[in-house]
């Protein structure tokens, strides 16, 4: 066994440090605050003041650690799985996604998920829903209304969600579909005082914590429903939707999924799969109606079937404005990053947001550049939306067609304007951060489609 991860400053063996990293003295409540909706603005004033290896306390963790530095980052990615527990460090997301959730276990039995569930993300697959997103993205632009502002971040928002029901149930039409479309809309939009409530069964008798609460019970009964009636279907080989091929395949062990499992990463799938792709689509609507020359050079794009020049716009989309701010790492054993000692049971949060408006890595940073990401693009381990190392998000590949297709389809039929010149700032919304306004454009119609 190497004592040494191959990073530099990054030890799992024969530790010599015993300082823990700096950090603020502010009480939990404040840090959990200043975390939840500002951290946008507090995390780079804390790396200003302590450096790349920042300790706080936050509800619920309590005991996590800030990473910025890319090679930390790097190590952390590539270090041991049972040392660097993911599914722990996404514990904040358990009463929502669930204990079997692909997000929330780790080693064997995350790999056990991971295998089931990767046959519907790989390329054959990923051919398979491109007629589909197609389709969805036609009928959600013909809605909208030219020369009338509105909020692109909604409309995103009811078409990644009714292309991932399609995808993951093959069909999105009948009144527990309908109703549970409904549901879903209501668990995505919580805001930081709603996750309190996620962690407090308490709180969960009273007001707006109840009602969550009564929505997401109301939630599982309709996705058990919906996996009872699909057990009995006799055609399951002949359907390609996502529930369809979990409920056919069988791990190593022999073993299918179970009903519990199941609802669970039917669930992670419907939420995780709709509002990232959602958000980062509306953040590129939002800058492109201010940057005339790279909405001309989409534009471009779109009407040649440019699509590396789309996916460089979708990738700078989610580099200014990422939608998680972190990926987290609970850790099994005592590690060393900087010359820190951080204990066993903190999680480490390797930070996207600190690296990618990092000047270091990306040259003006605050600027919308899509053509970074053409040719070479940015150095590795300087851009990771998706996470990294073994545990990188299953549905990168997705994403990234999805938001392809949507912006050739609205940049063939529109030209982009903003409502104001003024660039909206960002909010926390969840786990997410999210446009103010809801990412405000006009659309007019071009005189030349594409179609």
């Given amino acids: 066994m190497t004592t040494e991860t191959t990073t530099p400053g990054v030890r799992i063996e024969n530790l010599t440090a015993t300082a823990p990293p700096p950090g603020p003295r502010l009480p939990l409540a404040v840090q959990t605050v200043l975390f939840g909706s500002y951290r946008h603005r507090w995390m780079p004033r804390l790396r200003r003041r302590h450096g790349d290896v920042v300790r706080l306390r936050i509800y619920p963790e309590r005991h996590v650690v800030q990473l910025a530095d890319v090679d930390h980052i790097r190590a952390v990615f590539a270090g041991p799985a049972s040392v660097f527990h993911a599914g722990e460090g996404n514990v904040i997301l358990k009463p929502a996604m669930g204990e079997h959730s692909v997000l929330l276990t780790d080693e064997d039995v995350h790999l056990r998920a991971r295998k089931l569930l990767m046959p519907a993300f790989n390329g054959a697959a990923l051919r398979g829903y491109r007629g589909l997103v197609t389709e969805l993205t036609e009928r959600e632009v013909q809605r909208w209304r030219p020369g009338t502002p509105f909020s692109s971040h909604p409309r995103m928002q009811a078409l990644t969600l009714e292309i991932i029901l399609r995808v993951v149930f093959g069909v999105a039409e009948g009144p527990r579909l309908e109703e549970l479309r409904t549901l879903l ?267």
């Fill in 185 to 451: 809309r209501r668990i995505v939009d919580v805001g930081p005082v709603d996750l309190l409530g996620w962690h407090n069964p308490k709180l969960q008798r009273y007001g707006p914590w109840k009602r969550y609460a009564i929505a997401q019970r109301r939630t599982d009964e309709l996705l058990y429903a919906e996996i009872a009636e699909r057990r009995r279907a006799g055609d399951l080989g002949e359907r390609h939707d996502v529930l369809s091929r979990l409920l056919a395949v069988e791990g190593t062990d022999g073993e299918g999924l179970t009903d519990a499992e199941l609802r669970d990463q039917l669930i992670t799938l419907l939420l995780a799969g709709h509002e990232t792709t959602a958000t980062a689509l509306a953040w590129a609507f939002h800058e492109l109606a201010r940057e005339p020359a790279q909405l001309a050079a989409a534009t471009r794009a779109a009407d040649d079937g440019d699509e590396k020049y789309l996916e460089a716009v979708a990738k700078e989309s989610m580099r200014l404005h990422p939608v998680i701010s972190e990926v987290a790492r609970k850790l099994t054993r005592d590690i060393e990053v900087g010359g820190y000692r951080i204990p066993a049971g903190h999680t480490v949060m390797p930070s996207i947001a600190l690296v990618q408006a990092d000047p270091a890595h990306h040259p003006g940073p605050g600027a919308f550049r899509p053509e970074r990401f053409l040719g070479d693009g940015p150095p590795a381990g300087t851009w990771f939306p998706f996470g990294g190392g073994v545990r990188r998000c299953l549905g990168a590949g997705f994403s990234l067609l999805e938001a392809t297709v949507v912006l050739r389809a609205v940049l063939s039929r529109f030209h982009l304007t903003p409502d104001r010149a003024r660039r909206e700032p960002a909010k926390a919304r969840n786990i997410t951060m999210v446009p103010s306004r809801g990412a405000r454009v006009i659309v007019t119609p071009r005189t030349r489609l594409v179609t």
